[in-house]
């Protein structure tokens, strides 16, 4: 099957649209509305209008099914005028506040009026006078930046399935915002920012934490160390960097950090690997002592929010262990000022994830004092020129916590909790490791739930994977009552995990996400250190100051409590 596009005869996959068929050929068609993780577009912003060859009128091509013969023209005077008049509407009642907006530089909207010649406003609208939402700590949304595209809304409702947003009002005055144009942190938001991650303007961003650490930086009086989470490395070798392995690149990010400032870099996945000590022991635990069955991982904060605020009834089932970031804190602050001898200084733990509700989880816990995305480390980069592409000073990461394992690394994937959980679990339950080597392939993949069994010293352990807080909806029932009982589930809010996260770079498509996620594979296979509990560094932690997996000390730090935040009936009005 085939189609001609401006001529050109371009095959056809099965169910494409005319917008990735051309997209696939290397033509590019604006488009703001559509999204290639939505079932169905809206097709509403009608900026990827095309002529078909026998229609009278322009169609969308991100609605319109690719079928064989068709004849398709992209770009014609008829189309750049239409597309044109189409962004002039659009900008005529947005702000103008481009120089000073978070997105300046990085707009699409911007990008779109440079490509399609639109240098002047000869509309101009009504000002739109929305009040902006600063109500949660992970998100922030300025309504009057918003060109109603509807990708946020497409992210909430089809792809994560929570529904937080929706189009409100009518006309003019119609815009996004949460039922009753409430504030996001009193609606069904779970803070995973998967809306911002595909928001082409300002509308909703990450709440910024960058002036925070600025000050840090240049408070004499203050020792301030970072802790960088595994998806970011395996993010920022996207940026033509000549490094290509996920390591090396840890390393140059920690020489850029210390070259603004920061008098330590850490990394998350040393975290990661005692979290696994933890969360193996946990479960083989309520394994033994017929403890609450399955249990959940607790690591992706949008998941824990989602569990406190629409399912507490699952408290239970959640690990007590804390998330990595929060783990790497509280060590951060118990351990690093005795060893590093800071006396009276103040310590700020600042930490660079791909996650925008690691803000709240960091407010609502001790040990981490400000949350940067991947996004926000550009705005690091520009106030302290620096051009990581180019900056070549690597610094190996700090002691005490230097070392972390492959197993550590994949946390930052779909499947890499459970992957790096069964490694250690096999070698507690069994004292010798996985026969046939560390990988386990059953953990892998991008399907939205997967389940396997493993057997360890006659046990079958029962396991699950879930992918994206969308398709956990569809397979919670079923994990609850499986039969047999399912162990243990690994739950990663965003789409493909933490590389998917919604701190990641602006992205409308999640290619990206599957190359991070090959990275992450890459970085476990070329480690020597493949499973937490060789960690020498772990062993270390555990004899010389927490003792035991689940043990007093570790559980004062390593542990947490969950609250029911299902707002009281009495509370709510309408
Ligand atoms: Fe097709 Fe918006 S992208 S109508």
Redesign the pocket.
């Known amino acids: 099957m085939s189609i001609t596009i401006n001529g050109k005869e371009i095959d056809v996959a099965a169910n494409e649209t005319v ?1 990735q068929t051309a997209r696939r050929a290397g033509i590019d068609i604006p ?4 999204l290639d993780w939505a079932p169905s ?8 209008v095309v002529e078909v060859e026998g229609l009278p009128r322009l169609q ?4 319109l099914e690719a079928r064989d013969g068709m004849s398709v023209q992209t770009h014609t005077p008829r189309i750049l005028k239409a597309r044109r008049a189409i962004l002039e509407l659009l900008i005529a009642s947005h702000p103008q506040d481009c120089l000073t907006c978070v997105r300046a530089g990085g707009c699409e909207l911007a990008v779109l009026a440079g490509d399609l010649g639109v240098r002047e406003r000869r509309y101009v609208g009504a000002v739109k006078e929305h009040p902006i939402d600063i109500s949660s700590p992970s998100l922030w949304r300025d309504p009057n930046k918003c060109v109603l ?1 509807g990708r946020c809304v497409t992210m909430c409702h089809s792809v994560q399935g929570i529904g937080a947003i929706d189009f409100v009002g009518r006309g003019f005055q119609t815009r996004v915002a949460p039922g009753f144009s409430v504030g996001l942190n009193v609606s069904d938001c779970v803070y995973c920012g998967q809306c911002a991650r595909v928001c082409p303007t300002g509308a909703i961003v990450e709440r910024s934490h960058v002036e925070g650490v600025v000050a840090a930086l240049a408070d004499p009086d203050t020792v301030v160390v970072a802790q960088v989470a595994p998806a970011v490395p395996a993010t920022l070798l996207e940026r033509r960097t000549k490094t290509q392995d996920v390591h090396t690149m840890l390393e140059r990010l920690a020489g850029a950090l210390k070259h603004v400032g920061f008098d330590a870099v850490f990394d998350t996945s040393f975290a990661a690997d005692v979290t696994v000590m933890e969360e193996a022991t946990e479960l083989l635990e309520r394994i033994q002592d017929n403890g609450v069955l399955p249990m959940f991982t607790s690591c992706s904060p949008a998941w824990v929010h989602f569990v406190e605020t629409h399912r507490p009834d699952l408290i239970p089932h959640l690990s007590t262990c804390k998330s990595p970031q929060q783990m790497a804190g509280a060590l951060i602050k118990e351990i690093y000022p005795a060893y590093a001898g800071l006396g009276d200084k103040r310590l700020v733990v600042v930490s660079i994830m791909p996650c925008t509700a690691k803000k709240f989880e960091a407010q609502e816990q001790t040990g981490v004092d400000y949350v940067l995305t991947t996004r926000e480390l550009d705005a690091l980069w520009g106030r302290f020129g620096v051009d990581l592409a180019h900056f070549a000073e690597p610094a190996p990461l700090d002691a005490p916590f230097a070392q972390a394992s492959g197993a550590g690394r994949l946390f930052a994937g779909s499947g890499g909790v459970m992957e790096a959980a069964v490694r250690t679990a096999h070698k507690l339950v069994t004292g010798h490791e996985l026969e046939g080597g560390p990988r386990v392939n059953e953990a892998r993949g991008s399907e939205g739930a997967r389940h396997f069994t493993i057997a360890a010293a006659g046990v079958d352990l029962n396991l699950a994977v879930v992918n994206g807080l969308g398709r956990l909806q569809e397979t919670l029932d079923d994990l609850l009552a499986g039969d047999p009982p399912v162990h243990f589930v690994e739950v990663m809010s965003c789409p493909g995990g933490c590389v998917g996260g919604g701190g990641q770079p602006y992205d409308t498509d999640g290619d990206a996400v599957h190359e991070r996620l090959e990275r992450l594979y890459d970085a476990d296979k070329r480690s020597s250190l493949r499973t937490s509990h060789d960690n020498a560094d772990v062993r270390a932690l555990y004899e010389d100051v927490l003792g035991r997996p689940l043990g007093e000390v570790a559980h004062r730090l390593l542990h947490r409590e969950y609250v029911d935040r299902r707002p009281a009936v009495d509370s709510v009005s309408v």
């Open positions: 917008l488009h703001l509305c559509s577009p809206s097709a509403s912003c009608r900026l990827c969308t091509s991100c609605s595209c």
